[in-house]
C-alpha cells in the first residue's frame, strides 16, 4: 500500500494528480494541447491519452479507489459501459433513473441491442427477482428525484454471487458518502458535471473500475467511440475537484437544516431527503451511507402550475435544471416531458448549495408566499 492510500478524501481531493514534485516542477498539471507526440512513446497520439486527463484521473481514481477514465460527459461514460455488452445482453436498471439513462436504455432495447428490465431498485426483493440472467445490474443511489436508496451493499453482493456485473452511478452520493467499488461493484461512473467540478462550467464524466481487463476494454471503447475530454475542461474539473469534499460538505449541513425546515412548513405536503429521521429511506441510508447528500425534493399542497411560479419566484436560488454546483437550483421536475409519470405533479427538485443557509430559508419562504 502506498503512503497516499492512507490518507482521507479531504486530503485525497487537494494532493493527488499533481506533476511529480522537483526543483521549479509544476505545482499544477498543464493544460496540456497536443493532438500529435513524438513516436516511441506509450501515447502516441491525442485521442489515447493526455496529461491534463491523466492527473484528472489520478484525482478521482483516488477519491473512488479505483482506477479511472475521463470522458466529454456522463453520458459519454455511460454510453461506453453499454457498448462493450453483447448484443441481447439483460440489464436490470432503476425505472426512475437518470433521464438520459432511461432513454439510451429504452432506444437500445427497442432496437434490440439490449434487453432492458425496469425495476424498482429500493424494493430490495424485486430486484433480486429480476437478477437471475442479467448480465449488467445499473444501479443510481439515490435515485432521481424522489431520493429513494437502494441497498447497494446487499445488491452488489446478490449481483456478483450470481455472476452479474454491477455498474453504480455515483453521482449524487458522491465518493465521500459510498465508494462501491469497495462493496463489490465493477464500474462507478460519475457526471463529472455535478459535485466533482462543482462550478456549473464543465461537462464531463468519468468511470472507474478495478478489474484490469476491464478497463482496458472501456479504455478501448474510449479511443474507438472517441468520446473524449477536452484538456481545458479537464483542467477546469481538477480545479474544482480540490474542494469538493468542503463544498460538499457545507452543502450537505445545508441540505439537512432545509429539508427539516421545509417538513414543517404549512405549504409543503412532503420532503424527499434521506437524511431525515422520519423519511422512509432513513434506516437503509444511514446504514451504509456516511451522509446523506445535498439533493433534496418537495411536493407542494397544491397542483404543478403554484410549483412552477415557486420555482420562478427565488432571487437567491436559480430555476434551472442540474444539480452539484456551488450555487443552489430548484426547478419542477415534470415541466420536462420525459419525466417519470411516477414523479408527483408539484415536485420540486432542490440541489442545495454553499450559500448561507439563512439567506437560502428567506428565499424558500418569499417564493413560498409569493407564489
Ligand atoms: C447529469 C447526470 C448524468 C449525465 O451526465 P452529463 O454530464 O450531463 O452527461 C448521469 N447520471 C446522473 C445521476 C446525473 O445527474
Redesign the pocket.
Known amino acids: 500500500m502506498s503512503p497516499k492510500e492512507t490518507l482521507r478524501p479531504e486530503t485525497l481531493a487537494i494532493s493527488s494528480g499533481r506533476p511529480a514534485p522537483g526543483p521549479d516542477a509544476l505545482l499544477n498539471p498543464p493544460i496540456a494541447l497536443n493532438s500529435t507526440f513524438h513516436a516511441g512513446g506509450e501515447v502516441g497520439y491525442g485521442r489515447y491519452g493526455n496529461e491534463t486527463w491523466t492527473a484528472l484521473e489520478e484525482a478521482i481514481g483516488a477519491l473512488e479507489s479505483g482506477p479511472t477514465l475521463v470522458f466529454s460527459?456522463?453520458?459519454?461514460a455511460?454510453s461506453a459501459v453499454f457498448s462493450i455488452l453483447p448484443v441481447g445482453a439483460v440489464v436490470t436498471a432503476s425505472n426512475q433513473?437518470?433521464s438520459?439513462?432511461m432513454t439510451l436504455l429504452g432506444n437500445l432495447h427497442t432496437s434490440g441491442k439490449i434487453e432492458a428490465r425496469f425495476v424498482d431498485v429500493s424494493n430490495t426483493e424485486e430486484v433480486l427477482a429480476a437478477l437471475p440472467g442479467t448480465a449488467l445490474l445499473w444501479l443510481?443511489s439515490p435515485t432521481?428525484p424522489t431520493l429513494t436508496v437502494a441497498d447497494l451493499p446487499r445488491l452488489i453482493a446478490a449481483a456478483k454471487a450470481q455472476g452479474s456485473g454491477v455498474a453504480v452511478?455515483n453521482?449524487?452520493a458522491t465518493p465521500l458518502i459510498q465508494q462501491p467499488l469497495l462493496m463489490g461493484a465493477d464500474i462507478v461512473?460519475h457526471?463529472?458535471?455535478?459535485y466533482l467540478a462543482g462550478h456549473s462550467d464543465v461537462?464531463?464524466?468519468s468511470l472507474s473500475s478495478r478489474d484490469p481487463a476491464l478497463l482496458a476494454r472501456l479504455e478501448d471503447a474510449r479511443k474507438i467511440g472517441g468520446a473524449i475530454a477536452g484538456p481545458f475542461e479537464a483542467w477546469l474539473a481538477l480545479r474544482g475537484l480540490r474542494t469538493f469534499p468542503l463544498r460538499f460538505e457545507r452543502a450537505q449541513a445545508n441540505a439537512m437544516e432545509i429539508a427539516s425546515r421545509l417538513s414543517s412548513h404549512p405549504k409543503v405536503a412532503e420532503v424527499f431527503y434521506p437524511g431525515l429521521p422520519g423519511d422512509r429511506q432513513h434506516e437503509r441510508a444511514a446504514s451504509f451511507m456516511k451522509g446523506f447528500g445535498a439533493v433534496l425534493s418537495f411536493t407542494l399542497h397544491s397542483d404543478g402550475v403554484h410549483a412552477d411560479r415557486v420555482c420562478e419566484s427565488s432571487s437567491v436560488i436559480t430555476y434551472a435544471t442540474?444539480?452539484?454546483g456551488i450555487e443552489s437550483l430548484w426547478e419542477r421536475r415534470r415541466r420536462w416531458a420525459g419525466e417519470s409519470m411516477t414523479v408527483p405533479e408539484s415536485l420540486v427538485r432542490l440541489s442545495v448549495g454553499c450559500e448561507n443557509v439563512e439567506d437560502l430559508w428567506e428565499d424558500i419562504v418569499q417564493s413560498l408566499e409569493k407564489a
Open positions: 460527459s456522463g453520458m459519454a455511460i433513473g437518470y438520459g439513462v443510481e432521481n452511478d453521482t449524487f461512473v457526471s463529472v458535471t455535478k461537462v464531463m464524466g442540474s444539480l452539484g
